[in-house]
């Protein structure tokens, strides 16, 4: 029985000397510092990952060692020429002395809220030295959005830095927005923008249709023209060249030539229409006057 | 204690001994896991990172609370939305229907909607130094879309060039910022920028339509000008070859008409030179012939004595 007791005891010593043993070890996690806390005072930062001892009086508190993004969301701001701009932007920091952060800060939700602090007052001091236009600009040479979030960056850094033991490796601008009550303007100047430029390209159109139409009936009205006159060369060509054929023709015979023309003419002008008046001595109607006489001249009646 | 508390004391212990060595073999063997084929594992030794590259297959370390398992696709490409939500995305989380605005360099508003795609190169990395690795490649992509979308003018924007400018600039700049943010350590590869809509908004959509159908209709004007062009000036050559050869034509026939005319009249002169007198009187009476046949005729005795001839006593009326 004795035996059987001692066994008891020596189990329940072995757990309790576990469980105690548990709470005297803890981890620390690649991704996390540790700080040790007796009572409520940090006593001591951990960062090396790996199983670490304290006494069970000793209590932990984590904190993330990464790369934490803070996210606020998109406020309003004015620019140097008084224009309303919305920015989202977004900051990548990280804790640098936990403790001091833990003094400080405390935790994730309390460097949020210091944060949101920060870079509000950065982006509104600096945003306000900047022209929307020299923001939201064609050229991309006049664009000065990297100098802004560079200065605004830098500027956080520095105060979250000393004030919290954070480190800001980044705060960028994610979006740029025009307020809502802008926008109707906004679309309205868009719209008749468009309107505008389709307005050009069919006047384009038109003008360009013009002038190729105008060409085409100018060059047409060339060719016809250019083609009439060399037309009637051709066909004076071939008129000179049959008078002179005829003139030479008749030229070698200008006698029989007007005796020829003359008889045509004559059945051409003497028609049902004319009246002539013979003259009984005519030629024509010597036969008829003087009978034989006419065909033998000489012989006796 | 009676006999039989005892015994049942004694019948506990002895199971209750089995049972504990039970759980514990139990405890070890849940140790054991495997890495499937795609995957590569990294393994945390009490808290501390001991191989960041266990291949596929069975493995065994401490079990938990002592060693962590964590398994990562380094080959699987990732994907990271811009200016919406993936569809399997949208849980518990309402969607800002103004995450795709964004301004031009002309203070023109667009909605743009951008996919990343990256994978993995550093598991440490990726798992272990950001909290929220695809809040980080998310952000930093829509921050380089906001740069290079208001450095530019709304129609290079809406033009494809302007899509892949954008898109190479933001995969430049966003692979430049996640290097760095990381103390220039590659840890992720970023592989494609896709540009996937870029529409403007809905209020005046319909204006820039009907730019798209202006330009068209500008092109159509131009395409029925040059369709004139190309149908008149052929046909007005046609014309002009068709004057030209009418032309020759008629050079041709009066040349040969007066060729053929001058022939006969001067085979008729050979014929009259030949025979003068008779050929003339000939031609003189067959010429009267036809025309006295059909002229109305007053045959006068001549008045040998010379009294003028009193035309008057002619009936011209009384002839026709």
Known sequence: ?301 | MTKTTRGLYGHLLAWGKYLLLLALGLYLLSGLYFIRTFETGVLRFFGRVVSDHIGPGLHYTLPYPFTRVDRIRLQERKRVAVGFEFSDQVVGRRSNPLQGEFISGDENILNLEMVLQYFIISPVEYLLRAENPQALIRSFAKDNLTRAVSHMQVDEILKGEGKVFIQSKVLQQTQRDLDRIMNDRKWVQITSVNLQMVSPPLEVADAFKDVVTARQDRDRLINEAEGYRYDSLPKARGRAAELFHLAETYKLERINQAKGDAERFRKMAEEFNKKGKVTATRLYLETMERVMARIQKVLVQDAKGGEPLDLNIIDIEGMQ
Request: one cysteine or more.
């Open chain 1, 1 to 301: 029985m004795a035996h059987k007791k001692d066994t008891m005891f020596k189990t329940l010593a072995i757990i309790i000397i576990l469980i105690l043993g548990l709470f005297c070890l803890f981890i620390c996690d690649e991704t996390e510092f540790v700080i040790v806390t007796l009572f409520g005072k940090p006593v001591r930062t951990v960062s090396q990952p790996g199983i670490h001892a304290k006494t069970f009086l000793h209590s932990t508190t984590r904190f993330d060692k990464r790369l934490l993004i803070y996210d606020p969301t998109p406020s309003e701001f004015l620019t140097m020429d008084k224009k309303n701009v919305v920015v989202d932007c977004f900051a990548c920091w990280k804790i640098i002395d936990p403790l001091v952060f833990y003094q400080t800060a405390g935790d994730i939700e309390g460097a949020e809220r210091r944060l949101y602090d920060i870079v509000y007052s950065e982006v509104s001091a600096v945003l306000g030295k900047y022209d929307l236009s020299s923001l939201i600009v064609t050229d991309p040479e006049q664009g000065r959005i990297d100098q802004l979030m560079a200065t605004v960056t830098e500027n956080c850094r520095v105060r979250a830095e000393r004030d919290f033991s954070i480190a800001i490796k980044d705060v960028q601008l994610k979006q740029l927005l025009l307020p809502q009550q802008n926008k109707q303007s906004v679309f309205d100047r868009m719209r008749a923008e468009r309107q505008r430029i389709a307005k050009m390209y069919r006047a384009e159109g038109e003008e360009e249709a013009l002038k190729i139409r105008a060409a085409t009936d100018r060059e047409v009205k060339a060719i016809l023209s250019e083609a009439y006159r060399e037309a009637q060369i051709i066909k004076g060509e071939g008129d000179a060249e049959s008078i002179r054929i005829y003139g030479e023709a008749y030229s070698q015979n200008p006698g029989f030539y007007k005796l020829v023309r003359t008889l045509e003419a004559y059945q051409k002008f003497l028609d049902e229409k004319t009246t002539v008046v013979l003259s009984s001595d005519s030629e024509l109607l010597k036969l008829m006057t003087e009978g034989e006489r006419a065909i033998f001249p000489g012989s006796a009646r």
